[in-house]
């Protein structure tokens, strides 16, 4: 049977930045997404982030690991995803970026910062978008929050992700993009504060969200403490590169990834390598 979005569900994506796509993938393509997540876990890449490292925000995250990069090629040709992209974005071609893992463990990590992956990587345009694909159930206290329609809202600096007491510290810092909001901080004082999207989710279920899309949370805590999650990037037809600011060496003009393939684009290009393997 083809998986493709319900019109309510492409309404939500281009209005909301975000949907929950139940019962998205078989069982056999979530324990074939697990197996992937689990060999990346144990043979860490160049880009595995460690400064949460022993911090109340400890998190296993790694980044377009080139050690898995043709398991992943070959996994997500058995996904339904060049099919759904194509849906929600009206885009004739889909083509995969590459994954992230996040592994919280032990019950003990807190509230990931709120940001916009848009902030860090050099992307333009519409057609983007992530799988955010969970190995675990969640419930809503502990799952991806997202801020319904920020995707067409304010592009904000990044989080460095360094601070566990600042969750605003910005990445860049130079003016470039306003500081981040102090999200957490504003909820807490008044919860209408912002319109925050989340679901309960099973395995099988996929959060599909836009990357520019403000998102955050999904902490573990005594009663959810394992959370195992496969984050699958893809982009089509409108997808351009953005140059990002200079001021932070470890990121400057071409993000963190790709750096080779992205050092040949210029402002506006349409963002294509033969890196990325077209699938749809
Ligand atoms: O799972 C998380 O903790 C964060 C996810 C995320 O940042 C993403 O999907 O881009």
Redesign the pocket.
């Known amino acids: 049977m083809e998986i493709k979005p319900t019109k309510s569900q492409i309404d939500a994506f281009r209005n909301d930045g975000a949907f929950l796509f139940e019962n998205c993938l078989t069982e056999k393509q979530i324990s074939d997404c697990y197996e992937i997540f689990k060999w990346n876990m144990a043979h860490p890449g160049p880009s595995n982030f460690r400064a949460l490292d022993g911090t109340k925000l400890q998190?296993h995250i790694d980044n377009a690991n080139p050690l898995s990069k043709d398991k992943l090629d070959n996994l997500v040709k058995t996904l339904p995803f060049g099919k759904i992209f194509q849906e929600l974005w009206g885009s004739e071609n889909v083509w995969y970026f590459a994954e992230?893992i996040?592994a919280?463990e032990n019950g003990n990590s807190g509230r990931?910062p709120w940001?916009q992956?848009t902030a860090n990587l050099p992307w333009a345009g519409k057609h983007w978008g992530?799988a955010?694909i969970t190995f675990q159930s969640l419930p809503k206290k502990n799952s991806?929050e997202i801020i319904r329609g920020s995707h067409n809202g304010i592009q904000y600096d990044g989080s460095s992700f360094s601070n566990p007491d600042d969750p605003t510290e910005p990445l860049w810092g130079d003016g470039t993009y306003p500081r981040l909001p102090h999200i957490d901080e504003e909820l807490s004082k008044d919860p209408n504060a912002y319109d925050v999207l989340s679901w309960d989710l099973k395995p099988r279920d996929v959060v599909i969200?836009h990357?520019r899309a403000l998102?955050?949370g999904?902490p573990v805590d005594e009663q959810c403490p394992t959370r195992h999650?496969l984050?699958l990037r893809f982009f089509g037809d409108d997808a351009t590169f953005r140059c990002l600011p200079t001021s932070n060496p470890s990121h400057a003009r071409n993000g963190f990834l790709f750096r080779e393939e992205m050092e040949k684009l210029n402002e506006g290009d349409l963002f294509r390598s033969p890196i990325f393997q077209k699938i749809a």
């Open positions: 998190t992230e996040f919280k990931g940001h992956d992530n955010w991806l969200l990357p998102h955050g999904a999650t984050v």
